[in-house]
């Protein structure tokens, strides 16, 4: 990628991945780029478990109500947590260290999509967190904010549309948009 302008207009959600595995290189260089995401007074509060078990990513994928059917076909999610005992801001911390995961896979040529499990249900109603917590044998003291399914782009999306934006949404004293 050239610049990070062009990163952010290619940048989409993927949903449908191909079934060749992430490599270990591409594994450690999604992980090396999360682990420098900033973070509330460089506490550093989140915390990544990579989940390439096609048995965990398929209950995975039932672990909320809606939005994440598609996991049980990814190669590889990672789940987003982080310690509220280290940081206050853990889900700011641990957003935007989803956040650099999703624009680092996209700059590999992957795709990605964020899985909010954070305040999400499961079709009966139990706390998709737990779920999680259940599938992967999560302590209590680490929260989960999402997880990021990542593998390599199993169809084509077009750009964001630049014409579509909502200048609207944003003010200034001198600007003009």
């Known amino acids: 990628m050239e610049n990070f302008s062009e990163l952010a207009k290619v940048r989409r959600s993927m949903r449908k991945f191909t079934e060749e595995k992430i490599t270990h290189e591409e594994q450690r260089q999604l992980m090396r780029t999360a682990l420098m995401s900033p973070s509330s007074k460089g506490l550093h509060s989140y ?3 990579i989940v ?7 209950a995975l994928s039932k672990s909320k ?3 994440a059917e598609f996991l049980a076909n990814a190669p590889m999610a990672v789940v987003v947590l982080a310690s509220p005992s280290v940081s206050d801001v853990w889900i700011e911390d641990a957003s935007v260290a989803a956040t650099t995961l999703l624009y680092q896979a996209e700059d590999m040529g992957l795709g990605a ?3 909010q499990i954070r305040e999400r249900k499961d079709e009966e109603g139990k706390d998709a967190e737990a779920n999680v917590k259940d ?16 593998g390599h782009k199993g169809m084509e999306r077009k750009p964001q549309n630049e014409e579509r934006l909502l200048w609207e949404k944003v003010s200034s004293e001198t600007l003009i948009f």
């Open 47 to 49: 915390e990544f478990i």
């Open 52 to 58: 390439e078990d096609s048995h965990k990513l398929e």
């Open 135 to 150: 599938i992967l044998g999560i302590d209590d003291e680490r929260r989960v904010c999402c997880i990021v399914a990542v």
């Open 65 to 67: 109500d809606k939005g």
């Open 113 to 115: 999509c964020w899985i």
